[in-house]
Every structure is written in structure tokens, then in C-alpha cells.
């Protein structure tokens, strides 16, 4: 092994700032302690542009990279060991020469209602102003209720709960992992179902990212691995690549794994946000290997193709 990648006992760990980035860094670092107590594990905080940049959608500044990029430089650099993220956060793919060492087991990875007056999502007013940038859970929820007003909340969980609370907002939707993961699963109003909600690509998962030779870290790091969580989430992310998603054209997929099979539920809004592809792609993974299972044409074709055509017009 390389010098870089022997043993050592102090690694650092990089973080954004936000509170549930912290939470999240913070529970792998206990684990970490508990697993290997001989290493001493710091936190590092590192401000990403997606935190910086808090008055416009997602969509319209660049997506995924904007919360990883300062993150996936440090680690390059050597600066920091490891990082956490939250999968959904994580682009499609990774800068060259790192990789995720680590995906522990998944969160609920519903989406969650909150809504100001504790009424259902059924019961909310005619017109009930709805807080979201995801245009995933825009194009989800218009479909089921078009007379909704969605009205755009970025920020940090605490943020957007207290814009909540001050009536900018009689709803608003977050991710159930995040609030659980905060201790503030009492914040849910009503969890909503797959069949009204199809979560973001890798919502509930978290990956802790490193140096793809880095087996030190990789080794200390085994002990928190979840295969079917590996597994499925890869998937979803496979169909990513494949369907080149991102902010720009909301994707929703959610895949279950029963034995060797993988099978993804995907969703595409058109390019209108009007439009709902609602595919279910079955498909048998020869193996579901470490590396995550291989979603290969037979699952796509099943499915995929159908909403390849819906977004590009072609299989
Ligand atoms: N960038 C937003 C973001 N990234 C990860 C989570 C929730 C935690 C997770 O999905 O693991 C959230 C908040 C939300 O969508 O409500």
C-alpha cells in the first residue's frame, strides 16, 4: 500500500455546515469510535456553494454538484479523509479517483408532509400554499391536487420549518430522513405514500465518500456497510446515468430488492412538469454484486425505454 493509504490514527472528516450535515457526520463519527476506538476522527466543516447560493432553485444554478464540489476537492487534495453525504445530494457521478467506501442502511425514504394547522394532505384547503423547489415533488403533487399553489423554500430543514411557522406556507414537503435523523420526526404531519410521492434518487441513504485507494478508511468503514442498500440505491442511480437526470428534469425512483431480483419503480415528470411517465421496471440482477446490482438493458427495457422516450423522444 501506498504511505497515504497505511494506517493512521487521526482522520479527517469533512461536513457542510448545515445542521443534518453535521447530524449525519456526527453519527458516523460515533460509529467510527465504536468500531475503531483507536483512531481519532475530527470533524471538518467545508461551506459548499450549494449552501452558499439560497435564492434560487436548484434547478437553475446547477444541480447536485453545487453541494459535493468543494467536498470532493478536499478529499483530492488530501485535506480530509472522508466525507458524508446524503446520496440524493450526490451527482451522478464522481470526481476521478474517489468512490463511496461506505453506504450504511437507509432512512425512511418517504417524503413528509408538514403542514402549518396539522391537516392531512387530502384536507388541505382549495389552493393551499405549498412550500417546495424539488420539481420532483412539484410535478407529484400537482398531479393529485393541480390546485395546489407551489411556491418555492430552499434552505436548511430549520429554515424552511420556521418559514413554516411563520404562515409564508400552509405546507411544505421535506424528506422523513432528514427530520428523523434530527429528532424532529414529531414535525410530520402525514408521511406520503410512493403511490402519491415517489422519493428523489437515493433519498434516506446516506454514502460516505473517499479516495478510491484508500483502503485503510474502505476497511475501518466495512463494519457500517448495507449491501441491499448498496444495492438498490446503485441502481437508482444507474438509471440516473442512464436517463442523465438531475435538477433540470425531475426523476423519481425507488428500488426494493427481493433475493437477487432488483426491481425500480421510476417516475419522470415530462419536460412540461404536466406529464407523468410511471413505469415499473422488473428485473432480474444475475447477481446483486457489492458494487451494486448491474441495471442492464432487460431491466431499462422493461421500463426505461418507454420513459427514455418520454423525456428524448427515442429509446
Ligand atoms: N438537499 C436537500 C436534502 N438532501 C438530503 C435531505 C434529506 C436526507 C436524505 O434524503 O437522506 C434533504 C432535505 C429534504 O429533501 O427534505
Given at each position: 500500500m501506498t504511505p497515504l493509504t497505511q494506517a493512521r490514527s487521526r482522520l479527517v472528516l469533512g461536513t457542510r455546515g448545515s445542521k443534518l450535515a453535521v447530524c449525519q457526520s456526527e453519527w458516523v463519527q460515533a460509529r467510527l469510535k465504536e468500531l475503531a476506538p483507536d483512531v481519532d476522527v475530527t470533524l471538518r466543516r467545508i461551506q459548499t456553494s450549494g449552501d452558499k447560493i439560497l435564492d434560487v432553485p436548484l434547478a437553475k444554478i446547477g444541480g447536485k454538484g453545487l453541494f459535493v464540489k468543494e467536498i470532493e476537492e478536499a478529499l483530492l487534495h488530501r485535506e480530509i479523509d472522508l466525507a458524508v453525504h446524503s446520496?440524493?445530494?450526490?451527482?451522478?457521478?464522481?470526481?476521478?479517483?474517489?468512490a463511496l467506501l461506505c453506504v450504511p442502511r437507509r432512512e425512511d425514504p418517504r417524503d413528509a408532509l408538514i403542514s402549518r394547522d396539522g391537516r392531512s394532505f387530502k384536507d388541505l384547503p382549495h389552493g393551499?400554499?405549498?412550500?417546495?423547489?424539488?420539481l420532483r415533488r412539484q410535478a407529484q403533487l400537482l398531479r393529485v391536487r393541480p390546485d395546489f399553489s407551489i411556491e418555492m423554500l430552499r434552505g436548511n430543514l430549520d429554515t424552511r420549518l420556521r418559514?413554516?411557522?411563520e404562515g409564508?406556507?400552509?405546507?411544505?414537503?421535506?424528506?422523513?430522513?432528514?427530520?428523523r435523523r434530527l429528532g424532529w420526526a414529531k414535525e410530520i404531519t402525514e408521511l406520503l405514500d410512493f403511490e402519491t410521492c415517489l422519493p428523489a434518487i437515493g433519498q434516506g441513504a446516506l454514502g460516505i465518500e473517499g479516495r478510491e485507494d484508500d483502503d485503510f478508511v474502505r476497511s475501518l468503514l466495512s463494519g457500517m456497510e448495507d449491501r441491499e442498500?448498496?444495492?438498490t440505491v446503485m441502481a437508482e442511480r444507474a438509471l440516473l446515468r442512464r436517463l442523465q437526470g438531475g435538477c433540470q428534469v425531475p426523476i423519481a425512483a425507488y428500488a426494493t430488492m427481493h433475493g437477487a431480483r432488483v426491481s425500480i419503480d421510476a417516475l419522470?415528470?415530462?419536460l412540461d412538469g404536466k406529464e407523468i411517465v410511471?413505469?415499473?421496471a422488473e428485473g432480474a440482477a444475475e447477481?446483486?454484486?457489492?458494487?451494486?446490482?448491474?441495471?442492464?438493458?432487460?431491466v431499462l427495457a422493461r421500463g426505461g425505454d418507454r420513459i427514455l422516450q418520454s423525456i428524448y423522444g427515442k429509446a
Open positions: 446520496m440524493k445530494d450526490v451527482p451522478a457521478e464522481l470526481q476521478p479517483g474517489l393551499a400554499r405549498i412550500g417546495t423547489s424539488s418559514k413554516l411557522r409564508q406556507y400552509d405546507a411544505i414537503v421535506l424528506a422523513a430522513a432528514g427530520l442498500t448498496r444495492t419522470v415528470a415530462g410511471r413505469e415499473r447477481e446483486a454484486e457489492s458494487l451494486g446490482v448491474r441495471v442492464g438493458e432487460r
